[in-house]
């Protein structure tokens, strides 16, 4: 090979090594699992795993991890930590009296009621695919939760209008286009102190956005896929 051939080839490699150094993407960090599942991934702001302090916990979060390795995403489930955040949430105001909208196989209902076997509460879960909430039931019953909940079949549109008690904490996790619809009903029901989480709100209307960021009663305020929305008190 002549020199000017091999200081052709020797620029080529060179030329390939240093675009293959400027282009590549930095392994993700290790040990860290966030159990993503649909929507955008936030990454998260906990490195570890929940970490059960009872035999009765340790069921309910082993069922629950079961959920996330097998039909998560064809569930469409929250990740693992908007469960976590939806749980922290309604333990922490004390709810009696969480009503969801969207059951599917019971992921999100099943971290409610991690919450609600404290606090001494219930859920109400409203779902219109009898397929997926068959799926609910036998999953409520292998957490040991199914006392906890109420799951009503048919268009939540409608079988809203049946509750009457005061709301603690509303989930709105269905049909996008009808989460103006959910919020306008149900508002009034939530009480003061009270949340509104809604999921994955990037694909709602413009007006359900608007109607929780735009109304001085409400606070609202984005926590990885879950928006969480404060009813205020009076006086606030
Ligand atoms: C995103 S999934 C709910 C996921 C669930 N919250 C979880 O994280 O485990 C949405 C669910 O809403 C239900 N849904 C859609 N439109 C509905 C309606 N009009 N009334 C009641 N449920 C509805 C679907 O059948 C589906 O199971």
Redesign the pocket.
């Known amino acids: 090979m002549s020199k000017k051939m091999m200081y052709l080839v020797l620029l080529g490699v060179l030329f390939v090594v240093v675009v293959e150094s400027l282009t590549a993407q930095p392994p993700p960090p290790p040990g860290r699992d966030f159990g993503g599942r649909r929507g955008r991934d936030f990454g998260a702001s906990t490195a570890q795993p929940p970490l059960p302090a009872n035999e009765e916990e340790k069921k309910i979060l082993s069922v629950l991890d079961e959920m996330n390795q097998g039909q998560g995403r064809a ?4 990740p693992r930590e908007d469960g976590r955040l939806l749980r922290l949430l309604t333990e922490s105001i004390n709810a009696k009296n969480v009503v ?9 209902g099943i971290w409610f009621c991690l919450a609600l076997r404290t606090t001494g509460g219930k859920l109400t879960t ?4 009898e397929g ?1 909430a068959s799926l609910a039931r036998e999953n409520f019953k292998r957490a040991g939760v199914d006392k906890l909940v109420t799951l009503v079949m048919g ?3 409608e079988t809203i209008k049946n509750l009457k008690e005061p709301i603690d904490v509303l989930f709105i ?3 996008k286009e ?1 989460y103006t619809d959910y919020l306008t009903k149900l508002l009034p029901l939530v009480r003061p102190g009270g949340l509104i989480l809604s999921h994955n709100i990037e694909s709602a209307p413009r007006d359900f956005v608007d109607a929780i960021n735009k109304n001085p009663d409400l606070e609202t305020v984005q926590a990885q896929g879950v928006t969480v929305t404060l009813k205020k008190r009076q006086g606030q």
């Open positions: 569930m469409m489930n929250v969801e909208i969207g059951t599917s196989n019971g992921y999100s409203h779902d219109i695919d997926r268009d939540a549109h996790d269905a049909d009808g």
